[in-house]
């Protein structure tokens, strides 16, 4: 399948070394003891930066900063978000303001999604996950790109910028960072350069380092929005800062894609549907027969069970290595490594959901 990778949509085998190469990324290397602590950096999930000096160096002095991300508010949370929920509270706890768009208004241009919807979606979905997983309301704004505040000076001042924002890019720059673009595509694209931008204004922060994590297939907003903070001289903005993750694969391969149910394991499913989704679903990476995984082994960087571990269901390393070693020699079966994924999704999810019943009488303190 040909590659295709852009902010809405991402088919085919991405070669994250030619990308980092192409958008002038640089890999994540040394990081603080406290990063090392984190599985995401730890096991390189988080593999490539732009700038991400400014941030250390304001964990490391103490200075505000501010992480930004946003949330596409279609279809239901899944596995392949609790990369960007656990950066939020990672952050959060190393003194972060975080804030959080819902993009209602890029859900509505380039998906053709009602605001109602939206908002439905990013409340009942994404942000009572948030809270479940330990989102803290003390530091935290979330807002909708369609209403950004109740306060009228900080929506005018968030409106504003994205108009202004507007004479510092042209047609073709969209085209060159995009490719295929429509007026809606370029009005979302302006919108998230004010999201990125706009914690800086004089309402909100003002003038402080920002970081951005994203998935490789958002680079081209960043991209953008760094360029026109250059120019525009209305405001001095301190340079973004971003960071990349891989894509938790879907459990066929592939990018998880909130579309197809069968491609992800949602926090909501049952212990029933988690077992029945990866035993029928997820992709293996061991041989056609009993005898010949035992005599060759399996290949645990293409089987999703063991990439799922290594993303966040076994915290060990030392245990992580054990079962990826067995597997590699054909001690392990896949049907065993496929049990191993599922008891710990299972026993994950039935404290989350817990937590998520007590979250959805907390939504109220998050909303701006």
Not at 123 to 149: D, H, M, V
């Amino acid at each position: 399948m040909k590659e295709i990778m852009n902010p809405w949509e991402v088919k085919g085998e991405i070669n994250y070394e030619k990308l980092i190469e192409k958008f002038g990324l640089s890999p994540l290397r040394q990081l603080p003891d406290i990063f090392e602590k984190n599985v995401l950096f730890r096991r390189k999930i988080i593999f490539a930066h732009r700038d991400i000096q400014r941030i250390l160096e304001a964990i490391k002095s103490k200075k505000k900063f501010v992480m930004m991300t946003g949330l596409m508010p279609t279809g239901k949370f899944h596995l392949g978000h609790l990369i960007l929920a656990e950066q939020m509270i990672f952050y959060q706890k190393l003194g972060a303001k975080i804030y959080i768009a819902v993009a209602d208004v890029e859900a509505y241009n380039a998906r053709g999604q009602s605001l109602e919807d939206s908002r439905k979606i990013a409340i009942e979905q994404y942000i009572t996950n948030y809270i479940a997983l330990g989102l803290n309301p003390k530091n935290c704004e979330i807002y909708f790109q369609s209403e950004r505040s109740k306060d009228s000076e900080k929506s005018n001042a968030y409106y504003r910028l994205q108009n202004l924002l507007a004479r510092y890019a042209t047609f073709n720059e969209f085209k060159a960072v995009y490719g295929e673009i429509s007026p809606g595509k370029m009005i979302s694209s302006l919108l998230q350069a004010s999201d990125m931008l706009h914690a800086q204004l004089p309402e909100f922060e003002k003038k402080c380092p920002v970081i951005v994590p994203v998935g490789i297939d958002q680079d081209p907003h960043i991209r953008l929005a760094r360029d026109i903070s250059k120019r525009i001289k209305d405001f001095d903005f301190e340079q973004l800062s971003s960071t990349y993750h891989f894509f938790m694969p879907g459990l066929s391969k592939g990018k998880m894609s909130s579309s197809d149910e069968n491609s992800f394991i949602a926090l909501t499913d049952s212990p029933k549907e988690v077992e029945t989704k990866i035993k029928k679903y997820a992709f293996s990476g061991g041989r056609d027969t009993l005898e010949e995984h035992r005599k060759k082994g399996g290949n645990p960087d293409v089987d999703v069970s063991f990439q799922y571990l290594r993303f966040f269901f076994e915290p060990d390393d030392e245990k992580l290595k054990r079962i990826e070693e067995d597997y590699r020699s054909g001690k392990l079966l896949t049907g065993e490594l496929k049990m191993i994924l599922i008891l710990k999704i299972n026993e994950f999810l039935k404290e989350h959901q817990k937590k998520r019943e007590v979250a959805k009488k907390e939504v109220g303190k998050f909303l701006q």
